[in-house]
Structure formats: structure tokens, C-alpha cells
């Protein structure tokens, strides 16, 4: 086995991918190669890494310490069964698949996500986002842990039912909270108010929780049971059968876990 | 009429109150006296803006330039019926209370609205905050959007029905995308996962739009249609009813949007 990680080979080219050969990169790493079934997404990344890339995964070449899989859920196992290497350190970035996934591909295996939302074109501080890392054997886990430690400050040693938990956390976080951010702007867009309007109030709901639970931080009508500005809501709603809905399941959600605090 | 608002009287004691008062401060701005049926909470004020307080609002003095009217919504017309003067300028700072409350009191009223969540011992920067203007005159308009940009560079003209809907769309904005945090840190509480682990995502979530839509800014299963990760999920949540009606209602509505991008 190599001592540490310095040499990799990145499978993918999307969004993760490129975020985390840019990360890799920017922690002194070598991008060796770059293998991605679009030869487009591969050549603009291996550009960026300026280092090999093919659409062939059978043209893997067989020196890197690393070959990190950064596709899509759906897509892991596929890319997995025809890896070549029975001995090569092999991991993939996936917050709901197990690795166990890879075992029967190599010996030595792991997982190494890095738990943020990705989008191309907007750029990222890496040294904030928390990496989970889980591996088949000590030397693996400290490996990951090692590069990881060169790209954030953020690491965990994360088993798949932790992962698997922190994943559907991340989507109520995430992606849900975003669908309010689009809700609001939608609602907005009918008075003819521009989004900008809420941006700053967005950003400190974000901020507060920095210091404050969620739970003690929360404000407005629903924690207040303020029943006659809910009502008005309601009404306001009519006209959007679907956001009618979620108002009220998550007025009631609002209460039920203020009872509970 | 004075040509501008220089010293001002402060009814209410609460968060909105405090932070208006230390907002108003820091722009150099003199609070008189605050009010609050609260004694405790008067004097709490009041010593912050270093100025008399009562609990008695026939106490009020009559040398103001504004009586800024910071109470619970439901309590804004009780305030207003008692007020004594009729020719001073009395502006609240509600989102969803029209300022027609006050036109029977006073031939000088307004809005004075900062689109904002406050919470006691969380500092704020003013400078963003937008607040929204209304009132019954032109002249009572440009002085309280004076007034306000001595706090704020974001100062915006918005009538009732403007107002409302924004109010509407604040609390999909905020108070649901709190939720969405708050419900985060309940599930990973079962596998007893730190919830700082999701802060940098949060706060990327917050940050992302504002550079882009929320609307484009979305990842994840329901986005990209991936069914399997949300059957997992939603069997994950059936041991929390209402998580899992969030999480199928939110999916939906997510779904729908990108249809109608």
C-alpha cells in the first residue's frame, strides 16, 4: 500500500466531480486522469486538470493511488463491475450507497462524500465541507481521512446507516428548504415584487442557526399561533391548491414540535 | 410637520422593538421614551436607549417626531385607540396589518416594516435589512423612508396588498425553511449525528441563490427523479408520519416545478 494519496483518477465529470478534482487540485493532489462516458464532460475536465482523459473505462491506466467514482447513484455499480484492478484503493462519493458496492471489486475500498450542494459554475470554499469517510480497512479509513484533511477542516468517520440518516437530513435541509426559497419567489412573481427583497432575511434565517437550535430560533405565525394571519394565509392560498398544503402541514408541524419542546 | 424625525417614542419592548431601538441608535437617531405594558421589559429598553419608560401609555410624551407602534399585530389597534394625539405621526411596523388601523386616530400614520426575523441576543447587521415604507401622506412617506436610510441601504415603497403578500411569502422563506433545519436535526438525532455536520450545507443553500434562481438552484432525488433514494427515504420516515407527508408533498411540489421551468 502507499503511505498517502497523491495520484488519482477521477471517474466522473459532472458537477461532484468537478468540484472535487478542483478541491483535489487546489490541496496540491495530482489529477492523473479523467474517464467520464462523455467524452465532452471528460475533455473539459481533463482540461481543467490538465491531465489525460477517455469516455473508456477499459483505458483506465493502472498507476494511480486513488480512482474516485463520482457519478450518479444509479450509475456506481455499473462502473464498479468492470474496473480492472483487484488491489487499487477504489471509493465513491455517494451519500445513499453502500460501499459495499466495491467489495467484491477490490480489497481495498471505501467512501469519500462530501456533503454539500454542488452546482456548476458557482464556486465553493472547500475547507468548510464536511467530508464522511468509511473504508474496508484501517489503513483505507486513514488514507481518506488524509486526503480529506487536505482539502477542509470537516471530517467524519461516517458508517453507511449514519450516512444513509445524514443524507435524508440533508434533503430536508437542502433541497426542501431551497422549494421554500422557489415557493416565495413564486408568490412574489404575482404581486410583481422582485425576489431580491427576501435575500437578506434568507441569509440570516441561515446565519441564526449558527449559534441557535432551530427549534429556539424559529419566529412567526405559526409558532405565535397567531390563528388570524394564519387564516388570512390560508385564504391568500386558495388559488395554489399545492403551497395551500404544505402551509398547513407545516404550521402543524411548527406546533406540534413547539408542544414537544 | 418637522422636516425630519429626530427624536422618537418607542411602544413595545420586544424583539422587534429592541432591535429597531439599537438600529435607530446606531443612526444617530434619540429614542425619548419607550413604553411597554411590560414595566420590566419598559425599563430593559429603556436603559439600552439610556431614556424614560413607563407602562402607561397616557405617560406618552408629546414631543416626538414618531411613535413607532412595535407590538404583537393582534394588539396594534388596542394601542392605537388610546393614543392621545391627533395631529402626530404614528407609524407601526407590522407585515399583515393594513395602516387604515390608524386613520381614525391620527391624520399622520404609516408603515414602518423591516422584512427581517429577530431574536433577542442574536446581533444583526441593519444594513441590510429592507424595510418596507407606506403612509398616508407624501410628505409622511419621504420621512419615514428618511428615516430608514439612515439604518438601510434596501428601502422599498410598498402598499398593503404588496406587503401582505410578502409577509405571505417570508414565511415559506423563513419560517418554513427553519423548519426544514429544525426537522434536519430531529432526524439526525436518531443516529445521534452532530448537527453542526449540516451547517456548511445550510448556509451553501442560503448563499447559492443568491447568485441564482431557487428554482435553478435545485439538487437532489426529486430533482433529478430518483426514485429508488426516495422509496429509501420514505421508508426510512415511516416511523414519523409527518415527516413523511412533508417529504411526499415537497417531492411533489418540486417535481412539478421543473415541469413547468
Same mark, same amino acid.
Given at each position: 500500500?502507499?503511505?498517502?494519496?497523491?495520484?488519482?483518477?477521477?471517474?466522473?465529470?459532472?458537477?461532484?466531480?468537478?468540484?472535487?478534482?478542483?478541491?483535489?487540485?487546489?490541496?496540491?493532489?495530482?489529477?492523473?486522469?479523467? &474517464? %467520464?462516458?462523455?467524452?465532452?464532460?471528460?475533455?473539459?475536465?481533463?482540461?481543467?486538470?490538465?491531465?489525460?482523459?477517455? #469516455?473508456?473505462?477499459?483505458?483506465?491506466?493502472?498507476?494511480?493511488?486513488?480512482?474516485?467514482?463520482?457519478?450518479?447513484?444509479? %450509475?456506481?455499480?455499473?462502473?464498479?463491475?468492470?474496473?480492472?484492478?483487484?488491489?487499487?484503493?477504489?471509493?465513491?462519493?455517494?451519500? #445513499?450507497? %453502500?460501499?459495499?458496492?466495491?467489495?467484491?471489486?477490490?480489497?481495498?475500498?471505501?467512501?469519500?462524500?462530501?456533503?454539500?450542494?454542488?452546482?456548476?459554475?458557482?464556486?465553493?470554499?472547500?475547507?468548510?465541507?464536511?467530508?464522511?469517510?468509511?473504508?474496508?480497512?484501517?489503513?483505507?479509513?486513514?488514507?481518506?481521512?488524509?486526503?480529506?484533511?487536505?482539502?477542509?477542516?470537516?471530517?467524519?468517520?461516517?458508517?453507511?446507516?449514519?450516512?444513509?440518516?445524514?443524507?435524508?437530513?440533508?434533503?430536508?435541509?437542502?433541497?426542501?428548504?431551497?422549494?421554500?426559497?422557489?415557493?416565495?419567489?413564486?408568490?412574489? %412573481?404575482?404581486?410583481?415584487?422582485?425576489?431580491?427583497?427576501?435575500?437578506?432575511?434568507?441569509?440570516?434565517?441561515?446565519?441564526?442557526?449558527?449559534?441557535?437550535?432551530?427549534?429556539?430560533?424559529?419566529?412567526?405565525?405559526?409558532?405565535?399561533?397567531?390563528?388570524?394571519? &394564519?387564516?388570512?394565509?390560508?385564504?391568500?392560498?386558495?388559488?395554489?391548491?399545492?403551497?395551500?398544503?404544505?402551509?398547513?402541514?407545516?404550521?402543524?408541524?411548527?406546533?406540534?414540535?413547539?408542544?414537544?419542546?
Amino acid at each position: 500500500m502507499t503511505k498517502a494519496i497523491d495520484n488519482i483518477i477521477i471517474i466522473g465529470a459532472g458537477n461532484v466531480a468537478t468540484h472535487l478534482a478542483r478541491a483535489l487540485l487546489q490541496s496540491n493532489k495530482k489529477i492523473i486522469q479523467v &474517464i %467520464s462516458k462523455s467524452v465532452t464532460s471528460a475533455q473539459t475536465l481533463g482540461e481543467i486538470c490538465n491531465c489525460q482523459f477517455t #469516455s473508456k473505462i477499459h483505458e483506465v491506466s493502472d498507476n494511480a493511488d486513488l480512482y474516485l467514482i463520482a457519478v450518479p447513484d444509479d %450509475s456506481i455499480k455499473e462502473i464498479a463491475e468492470i474496473f480492472p484492478f483487484k488491489n487499487k484503493l477504489l471509493a465513491h462519493t455517494s451519500g #445513499s450507497v %453502500s460501499m459495499d458496492v466495491l467489495k467484491e471489486i477490490t480489497v481495498n475500498y471505501g467512501v469519500f462524500y462530501p456533503l454539500q450542494t454542488f452546482t456548476k459554475n458557482i464556486s465553493l470554499e472547500y475547507e468548510n465541507i464536511p467530508f464522511c469517510i468509511e473504508a474496508s480497512t484501517n489503513e483505507n479509513t486513514e488514507l481518506l481521512i488524509q486526503l480529506a484533511s487536505g482539502i477542509s477542516k470537516n471530517i467524519y468517520k461516517i458508517d453507511f446507516k449514519q450516512r444513509r440518516q445524514l443524507h435524508l437530513a440533508a434533503v430536508f435541509a437542502c433541497n426542501f428548504s431551497n422549494h421554500m426559497y422557489s415557493i416565495a419567489e413564486d408568490i412574489l %412573481s404575482h404581486e410583481e415584487i422582485p425576489f431580491d427583497i427576501l435575500k437578506p432575511l434568507i441569509q440570516e434565517t441561515a446565519r441564526k442557526i449558527e449559534s441557535l437550535s432551530p427549534k429556539m430560533a424559529q419566529t412567526g405565525p405559526a409558532v405565535r399561533n397567531d390563528k388570524l394571519t &394564519i387564516t388570512k394565509h390560508l385564504d391568500k392560498l386558495k388559488s395554489f391548491e399545492d403551497y395551500q398544503k404544505i402551509y398547513t402541514f407545516m404550521t402543524q408541524s411548527i406546533q406540534k414540535e413547539q408542544k414537544r419542546k
